[in-house]
């Protein structure tokens, strides 16, 4: 399965009572997909607030990102917990609701060894026919999926790329072990082309929801042999990068990429406690930025 270059990890639209506005994610699908040039998109990932969403909420996200997408993107469906069996459950569901792959996301707060998160990734792989991308954030987990168990289970079949908010360093190591086929995506939109330059496939971002186009634009550039026209487009985009998280101090995603498409003509609501508006410093710092 090909996932692209740019993928986006959407945010997941919200009614005045915060229940979800199904109308608004139809509206945010195909603006991701035509406009911002979304090659995937991953649903119920932690952008699309699943710490928040319940089983049926996700599955019903699923179905309908596969129906109205209609196959102008492919559908990542977030299936990861650090319950390896509710995992199991939710992924093999994800299945039977059509999409074309699962975002695993490494075990949070129970804190596994290397081998528990082998084995943990190893069994939710091997009860599906899907194609599977890793998800390692030491930043929101508090546990690191090592380059060499990344290695170890890229060895399975149907694991087939990662998205790595770890280290550089520790990147690179994954890449130039990688066995061939196996995708390496960045997970943080400011490296997006460091990662690129040290051999890595893409992007799955948060920003591409409000400069998607020049994000593909970047890529290709960098695909071309472009090299300077890469840097200049990534040193256009930096501000939004790097302002989405820090407006202008340090704020929980979503908080911000919602307000911004707000402001971008597509209001998609609020967020679900325990995260909250940005406040009015915050609003005036994305009015600016975006």
Known sequence: MDFGRLITAMVTPFDAEG?????????????????????????SGTTGESPTLTDEEKLELFRFAVKHAGGRAKIIAGTGSNNTAHSIHLTRAAEQAGVDGILLVVPY???????????????????????VMLYN????????????????????????????????????????????????????????????????HGIVSVASHIIGSQMKQLIQAFLDGNHQEAARLHALCFPVFKGLFECPHPVPNPVAVKYALGLKGLPVGGVRLPLVAPTEAEEEFLRKLV
Do not use: M
């Open 19 to 43: 229940q979800i506005d199904w109308e608004t994610t139809g509206r945010l699908i195909d603006y991701l997909i035509n406009e911002q040039q979304s090659d995937s998109l991953v649903i």
């Open 109 to 131: 707060y129970n804190r596994p060894s290397q081998e528990g998160l082998y084995q943990h990734f190893r069994a939710i792989a091997t009860a599906t026919s899907l194609d």
């Open 137 to 200: 954030v030491p930043g929101r987990t508090s546990a690191n999926l090592s380059a060499e168990t990344t290695l170890r289970l890229a060895e399975i079949e149907n694991i087939t790329s990662t998205k790595e908010c770890a280290s550089l360093d520790q990147i690179t190591q994954i890449i130039s072990k990688a066995p061939e086929g196996f995708r390496v995506y960045s997970g943080e939109d400011s490296a997006a082309l460091p990662v690129l330059s040290i051999g890595g």
